[in-house]
């Protein structure tokens, strides 16, 4: 297995737990929602995360893994059980927030990979995941056509913050 510097290890760790609670938003979506089309964006999306997860597992070995997973898988679910309760277009909109947050995530991580010309194939894989995550966004943003009320728009903020704040304890737990 490839060896990293530690602040690689810690954005590798953030981003399988983010990639955890990514599987676990669609789950909590699923538990819920009864929407066919939404329930087929939710498999999608779900597979697509499940793969990104194998594939940091592939490069992060398992005794580096944030020791807060179980509560990364509980955030997850309530984050994708919630707004399934109020329906397809706060779904869409919290995905949106999500992979929005994800988006700015990787490419911090892409961009110092690249000012310190390190690890291609890393880089490459990540960069993957990135556009992916980004077609998630985009079809979300799509999904609700950009019309949320001030009860949604509060909710993806507190959806970004709790992001962040998971990134930052991640990195380090």
Known sequence: MQSYPD???AELRSDHAGETGAV???RGILAFCRDEALRDFAQRHMATEQGHLRL??????KHQHSRLLPIWRVAGWITGALPALFGPRAVYATID??????DHHYQQQLDRLDAERIFPELRAM?????????????????????VVGAL?????????????????AARRI
Do not use: N
């Open 7 to 9: 602040w690689l290890i």
């Open 24 to 26: 676990m938003i669609y």
């Open 56 to 61: 940091i597992e592939e490069v992060l070995p």
């Open 97 to 102: 927030a999500v992979e929005t947050f994800v």
């Open 126 to 146: 990540l960069a993957r995941c990135q556009e992916e995550e980004v077609h998630h966004r985009d079809e979300a943003r799509e999904m609700h056509g950009g």
């Open 152 to 168: 949604v728009r509060g909710w993806g903020k507190l959806v970004g913050f709790g992001s962040e704040a998971a990134v930052h």
